[in-house]
């Protein structure tokens, strides 16, 4: 049955680390676009050890962005532990993950608003299906993320074919129901959604686009996050076919 509760306030969660370039365009666009649309929002933005001006360029656009609620996790730090650092500091009962580096569309973050609002509990973005777009995705890294979302795809036989992607939209209730969160790193990108499918949560896919950073560095390293992601995978593998159902929504 589809969750018909009406939301109240859209929390949109960003991990930072060393991200004083990309944040100002990624910020103002995100709320040039809520606020045109009419979507009551906050930005919670988590300063995850960052060694660069990230904090203070936070404080100079909350003057800028009223909607925007920058917070420091104080350690330990990694992309998962500030996402959940954020998902436990947020205030809406609906939020969507996004990147820091202006990736992720905001529009595409409006049309992710509008589907849970539908009754959806969860909406997943795809890059890879019609509709969807990527610009200047790394070749290397592209083939090492098609060949990983063919596996995930396969091992859980789902028709999602993005997994991978942290920019995801997701009820409170989904968010409360999936914990405790295991991953500390980027596997955390994999272990909301198939804990979310796992557990019965409705959720649909929609396109989306995605277009490589202007400014700073990529923090997926990817030789770095092979085991991780295996370690999280097979770990909701086995709640899958073993648990009997004990973890599942009541």
Request: net charge positive; aromatic share 12%.
């Amino acid at each position: 049955m589809p969750d018909s509760t009406p939301l109240r306030l859209y929390s949109i969660v960003i991990p930072a680390r060393d991200e004083q370039d990309s944040l100002p365009p990624t910020l103002q666009d995100i709320y040039a676009t809520f606020a045109r649309e009419g979507i009551p929002h906050e930005i919670v933005v988590v300063d995850d050890g960052s060694r660069d001006r990230t904090w203070a360029v936070l404080q100079e656009l909350k003057q800028k962005i009223p909607t925007l609620a920058p917070v420091q996790n104080p350690g330990p730090h990694g992309f998962g532990r500030a996402v959940v650092y954020g998902l436990n500091h947020m205030r809406g009962d609906a939020c969507a993950i996004m990147m820091a580096d202006a990736s992720d569309s905001p529009t595409d973050a409006v049309k992710y608003w509008r589907l849970l609002n539908e009754g959806w509990e969860c909406v997943f973005g795809s890059r890879f299906m019609k509709g969807g777009e990527v610009i200047d995705y790394p070749r290397v890294k592209l083939f090492v993320n098609r060949l990983a979302n063919f596996l995930v795809r396969v091992g859980f036989n789902i028709p999602l074919n993005d997994t991978t992607n942290a920019f995801k939209a997701y009820r409170r209730t989904v968010i409360d129901g999936c914990r405790p969160f295991l991953a500390p790193h980027f596997n955390l990108t994999v272990e909301i959604p198939l804990k979310a499918v796992v557990r019965g949560y409705r959720w649909t896919v929609m396109p989306i686009s995605w277009r490589n950073r202007k400014y700073g560095e990529a923090k997926l390293k990817i030789k770095e996050m092979g085991s991780r992601y295996f370690f999280i995978c097979a770990y909701v593998w086995l709640e899958k076919y073993f648990s009997r159902g004990d973890y599942r929504r009541k």
